[in-house]
């Protein structure tokens, strides 16, 4: 079983839908959780870190499940400039260390 | 402006002949990472670095190198380059250990 898994996609949306993306982890000494995404190959920039609470930044929430080893994207009123990978990041605690481990990505196509 | 900076950008080598690809950040961060990135297996971490002549593998170090002498450096060494290491490196670099991290550009590297 993968550390960190995210439902590959593609999901191809019309503008101004709103999409839902999952990731689970597998390792309980996760620490820190974030939400990146990637456009073709470039680097990966950081979207949002993902907290307990929730939380929220424009039209991206995100949410943390602990107990269900679980986060979540969800991206409203989609923009064409969304298409991306998204990727699921984890800090995991390997005692002593600090390993982080991404998901595979979620590619998300939005279409005018 | 605070950036990570790898060099060189491509790289196309021989197999068996040493190179280093460096990175150095400018935000006095802790925590430096490697990784490369190949099609279908996303983002796997080489080596990270928690602080100053503190070093780890990650999930993929076989064949990769680093030091960190300097907080500020973490050049990734290949002593006897292979085909299978041609990919996508990227280096990274956070605050601490458990904050998002910073990516740089991105190093393409072929080894014929």
């Known amino acids: 079983r993968k550390e960190v898994e995210q439902d590959p996609g593609p999901f191809n949306v019309p503008e101004g839908a709103t999409v839902a993306f999952n990731c689970t982890y597998s390792n309980s000494a996760s620490q820190s959780f974030f939400w990146y995404r990637q456009d073709c190959r470039k680097e990966p920039k950081l979207l949002m870190s993902?907290?307990?609470s929730g939380n929220e930044d424009g039209r991206f929430t995100a949410q943390l499940n602990r107990a269900s080893q679980y986060i979540s994207l969800l991206i409203r009123d989609s923009k064409l400039s969304d298409s991306a990978t998204y990727l699921c990041?984890?800090?995991?605690?390997?005692?002593?260390?600090?390993?982080?481990?991404f998901g595979a990505g979620t590619r998300l196509f939005v279409k005018a | 402006e605070a950036q990570v900076t790898q060099n060189p950008r491509y790289l196309i080598t021989v197999t068996g002949k040493k190179l280093t690809v460096t990175c150095s950040q400018n935000?006095?961060?802790?925590?430096m990472s490697w990784y490369r990135q190949d099609p279908g297996l996303g983002l796997r971490q080489i080596y990270y670095?928690?602080?100053?002549?503190?070093?780890d593998k990650g999930d993929v170090p076989e064949g990769y190198k680093v030091s960190r002498k300097e907080k500020r450096n973490f050049p990734l060494i290949l002593e006897s380059p292979s085909p299978n290491q041609t990919s996508l490196y990227f280096c990274?670099?956070?605050?601490?250990?458990?904050?998002?991290?910073?990516f740089g550009d991105g190093t393409r590297l072929s080894i014929l």
């Open positions: 990274a670099s956070s605050r601490t250990v458990t904050q998002p991290q910073h």
């Open positions: 670095s928690m602080n100053v002549e503190v070093t």
């Open positions: 993902v907290y307990s």
């Open positions: 935000m006095n961060h802790e925590y």
């Open positions: 990041v984890v800090k995991e605690d390997v005692g002593g260390g600090f390993k982080t481990i």
